[in-house]
């Protein structure tokens, strides 16, 4: 069993790895070359992800491990509306500001209302039976709760200002103290 482990930790590094080597490396390469290695590097650091998130909750909790795996998870899209929101303070008449707007609610559209309807549909469609949430689960579900409520309000008060990331950064830290307080493995 170990060696299977092993052996699959191999191959999603070394599926990994090409992708990975040819963006360092600057190579560059037509769209649909760039695009397999980019989605085969993607797919594999996934699984390796996963798989360091199952080690690490031996030693932290379910919740801050999958906080820490979702932190790195969302990342790339925080610092695309890093840049959108930078270049709006430094441009104000430039569309940056719708940019970093758009990019920012968009993600959590795709997130509340596809991914979740997604995971929803395919556990009914797998199970027959509707998801049932664990009262352990009740924290997250807040949080996650009060951030979508602030998302949404930011295009109907039709501005983005340093203050909200502090409002997502104060959820998420506070998110993070109440998640590391958990007993390892709940």
């Not at 940056?96 to 995971?119: D, E, K, P, S």
Request: with cysteine.
């Amino acid at each position: 069993m170990r060696q299977r482990h092993i052996l699959s930790i191999l191959i999603a590094t070394l599926v990994t790895l090409p992708g990975l080597g040819a963006r360092l490396a600057g190579i560059h390469m037509d769209a649909p070359l760039a695009a397999a290695l980019s989605g085969s590097a993607i797919i594999g650091a996934s699984f390796l992800l996963l798989w360091a998130c199952d080690a690490a909750q031996t030693e932290i909790s379910q919740a801050l491990a999958l906080a820490a795996v979702a932190l790195i998870a969302v990342l790339p899209e925080y610092s695309i509306d890093m840049y959108f929101t930078w270049q709006a303070g430094k441009y104000p008449a430039s569309d940056y500001a719708h940019y970093a707007i758009a990019n920012m609610t968009g993600a959590n559209r795709l997130l509340i209302g596809v991914a979740w309807g997604a995971i929803v549909a395919l556990y009914w469609f797998r199970f027959h039976r509707s998801v049932r949430m664990e009262k352990e689960r009740r924290t997250e579900l807040v949080f996650l709760g009060l951030a979508t409520v602030y998302a949404l309000l930011i295009p109907i008060k039709g501005t983005l200002a340093w203050y909200d990331g502090l409002v997502f950064l104060g959820l998420y830290v506070t998110y993070i103290v109440i998640a590391s307080r958990r007993c390892c493995g709940d």
